[in-house]
């Protein structure tokens, strides 16, 4: 039987390039024979959501996957009946969902349309560890860790690394309001976020740009930036700071991170668990637990001098296009469904000889 594989995106129609172009490639290598995807937030916006899971049933009845991956549903209406219809086409699909954003918090907790599709699917894939994934292991037992990815690494030009820059210091990220006036409701993270703007803002005023909404009267305000743009600024930046929201969550980071990093920005953040693991040994990125911290790390990364920048901005284009390029992180999702699949079933099928 061929490999058919399916995805089922959220988003406008072409909006999610990295995991197009990371299948693709999978495609290309010859790891999957066929390949086809679907924009059900696009269609259903145009159609409506009954016609979009009609639409789904169509093409999988006609297409006869093996492998559905379905992306980010948040309150789109794929129940569990739903899904176990999916599985009983003559293809039999495996069928994973994959979560690129975080959940867990009173102002997000995971949606009850994400629960019962994470119920009964193969596998999930998710961005963090800790208590996100107890959360969400707690409803399906088969969990692994996809890190974000630069998933705007299509629009990557010639020169790779810029020589000369505009920008010393950026932040990239919205201001985070609070929902329905209450605090308990903000995103875990952002008030963290405004205290560091603010703080830069203080320590580094002619130097620090903050790009993002909500901004309006702290220094170095640039307002928003398209998200297909952020590429470019961070190519004319040397250092890129960070407070992510969430920042309990281990391994956890936003796809802003391998986007500056395969721009050869330099990147300051706050530190999560993991974080010395995963970047173990690496001089273009630097950790602060404090604010004051924060200040004492980007002095020092502003008194190096020009050719160690350069050559610290190499080694950070090298590590994303090595660990996280589309075509690199959606292999490893591929390999780690497929044996994560292939020893469930095994299991399952050692568990029914032995009660036989």
Request: aromatic share 14%; with cysteine.
């Amino acid at each position: 039987m061929k490999n058919k594989v399916f995805l089922l995106l959220n988003g406008k129609m072409g909006w999610q390039t990295g995991i197009e172009d990371g299948f693709g490639y999978l495609k290309i290598k010859g790891e999957i024979d066929e390949l086809e995807w679907f924009y059900y937030d696009d269609f259903s916006l145009k159609n409506g959501k009954d016609a979009a899971l009609r639409e789904i049933v169509e093409i999988c009845q006609s297409y006869l996957p093996t492998l559905i991956v379905i992306f980010h549903i948040n309150k789109f209406p794929i129940t569990s009946k739903y899904i176990t219809f999916l599985k009983s086409i003559a293809s039999s699909p495996i069928i994973a969902y994959d979560e690129g954003d975080m959940y867990g918090s009173w102002a997000k907790p995971v949606t009850p349309q994400m629960r019962d599709l994470i119920k009964c699917v193969d596998i999930v894939s998710i961005r963090g560890l800790g208590k996100f994934y107890n959360v969400i292991s707690e409803l399906n037992k088969n969990v692994i860790y996809t890190p974000n990815h630069a998933d705007i690494a299509r629009f990557d030009k010639e020169p790779c690394i810029n020589i000369q820059r505009d920008n010393k210091l950026i932040l990239i990220g919205n201001k985070n309001k609070p929902k329905a006036f209450s605090l308990i409701r903000r995103l875990p993270g952002a008030s963290g976020r405004e205290k560091l703007v603010q703080c830069l803002g203080k320590a580094f005023k002619d130097e620090f740009k903050i790009y993002g909404n909500g901004w309006d009267g702290f220094v170095g305000n640039q307002g928003p930036v398209d998200f297909q743009d952020q590429l470019e600024v961070f190519r004319n930046t040397w250092i890129t700071v960070s407070y992510e929201h969430y920042p309990d969550v281990p391994y956890f980071f936003s796809n802003r991170l391998p986007i500056a990093l395969l721009a050869g920005s330099l990147f300051v953040c706050h530190y999560h668990q993991g974080y010395d693991k995963i970047f173990k040994g690496q001089d273009f990125i630097f950790f602060f637990k404090s604010n004051d911290e924060a200040i004492d790390v980007i002095n020092y990364v502003l008194s190096l001098s020009k050719e160690d920048l350069i050559d610290r901005s190499l080694r950070a284009r090298n590590f994303a296009l090595n660990n996280y390029h589309p075509n690199v992180v959606w292999s490893k999702f591929y390999s780690n469904v497929m044996d994560c699949v292939a020893y469930k079933r095994k299991y399952e099928q050692v568990n029914n000889i032995s009660s036989n």
